[in-house]
């Protein structure tokens, strides 16, 4: 007999056939159920209380070819653009001031020493013109291990680095299939990012073309299976200057992809309670309420852009990406009320860290 979607949101553990099944929920009360679920169960473990992130875009220059990104190597379209340290300072001086509590640093994928050393003076940098009181999350690709050891010496608290899709096979279909862009590579580089003592983020693309509702419940059972401190995901949205772009006529609609997104969001925080959640850009790109419809689907974190307006329009990983025009003050008012409407609490100044990293590391 067919089990009732209450009886599956019980269960300790999902299985692979029950989260699929739920992900498949098409009703519109059935979806409801678990988002309401997802909202109790962060309301019980780690609060109605909501982290922010001040997002400085370092740089668009990459060395990869993602056939999905807006900024792949390969798009010759997009102006390449390093932010110099003044502005990195001016960004990260004014998420201290506004009490942000954290910063995410994030850049396209780049390799060697001046890259390493780069990173790792601006974080030295960071931290004096803030005492120390701002904790940061890198999102600067695959690295080697002595790379990630430097970063996290040098006062880097947590790393971001998302799967983007579990699946092999469709790894393959939405990265060129050469040593670069190696699957194992990047499984590799998040166990180095553990070893080196990071709280470790990871995360997919959801409604990637020819992607199964069996493989987001793989891409659910693989961040328990990794026991990850924190989680970005969020839907996929075609770029037109990609070659993914070529099966666009293909994907889920939009408003498919945004509803999956927020059952993904769900199911998550039902299965890991205590990691941290972030309610990506993404999801407002496909929904202006996008934000606080993920936070109520259970994410726990957001991240206002503060890269100087002017860089903005050259870091378009995909279309239509919002707020390119609103400068960092604009946006974080709107964000207080906004998020007040619903219910929720900005964690001033409060550093954020992943209750799940404190619960794993006390052992
Ligand atoms: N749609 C949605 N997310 C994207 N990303 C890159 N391109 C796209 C896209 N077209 C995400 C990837 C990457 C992160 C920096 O942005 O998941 O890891
Ligand atoms: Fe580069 Fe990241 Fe875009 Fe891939 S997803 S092309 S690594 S910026």
Redesign the pocket.
């Known amino acids: 007999m067919k089990m009732q979607v209450s009886e599956m949101l019980a269960q300790q553990k999902m299985t692979k056939e029950m989260l699929v099944e739920l992900l498949g929920l098409t009703g519109q009360t059935d979806r409801q159920t678990v988002l309401d679920h997802a909202l109790a169960v962060k309301a019980a473990s780690v609060g109605r209380k909501v982290y922010l992130r001040g997002l400085i875009e370092l740089s668009n220059v990459c060395g990869k070819n ?1 056939f ?3 900024i792949r190597a390969g798009n010759k379209q997009v102006h390449r653009y390093t932010l110099a340290e003044k502005e990195v300072i001016d960004a990260a001086v004014f998420a201290w001031k506004h009490q942000f509590g954290s910063l995410v640093i ?1 850049t396209g994928e780049q390799s060697g020493e001046g890259f390493a050393l780069l990173i790792e003076q601006l974080l030295i940098r960071i931290h004096e013109h803030t005492r120390h009181e701002l904790t940061i999350t890198l ?1 600067c690709g695959e690295q080697p291990a002595e790379v990630y050891q430097r970063w996290k010496k040098a006062g880097a608290d947590r790393y971001l680095l ?1 799967i ?1 899709t579990t699946n092999r096979q469709l790894y393959y279909t939405i990265h060129p299939n050469d040593a670069h862009h190696a699957y194992e590579n990047r499984l590799e580089a998040l166990h180095h990012l553990r070893n080196s003592g990071f709280q470790v983020g990871t ?1 997919v ?1 959801i409604g990637l073309p020819g992607q199964t509702l069996e493989n987001l419940a793989d891409d659910l059972l693989f961040f328990q299976k990794m026991d990850v401190d924190m989680v970005g995901m ?6 037109a200057d ?1 070659p993914l772009y070529s099966l666009a006529d293909t994907l889920r609609p939009p408003k498919e992809r945004f509803e999956l997104s927020l059952l993904m969001i769900a199911l998550l925080r039902i299965n890991m309670p205590y990691i941290n959640i972030a309610s990506s850009t ?1 999801l407002e790109t496909l929904d202006p309420l996008g934000r606080q419809k993920g936070l109520l689907a259970g994410a726990n974190v957001v991240m206002p852009n503060l890269t100087p307006v002017s860089d903005r329009v050259n870091y378009q ?2 279309n239509n990406k919002p707020n390119l025009d609103k400068d960092a003050s604009t946006s974080t008012a709107s964000l207080n009320t906004v998020i007040s409407e619903i219910g929720e609490t900005i964690g001033f100044a409060e550093p954020g860290n992943s209750l799940h990293f404190k619960r794993r590391t006390a052992k």
């Open positions: 993602c999905y990104c807006g994030q999102s998302r983007e995360g693309m969020g839907p996929y949205i075609e770029h990609t993404a990983l995909y």
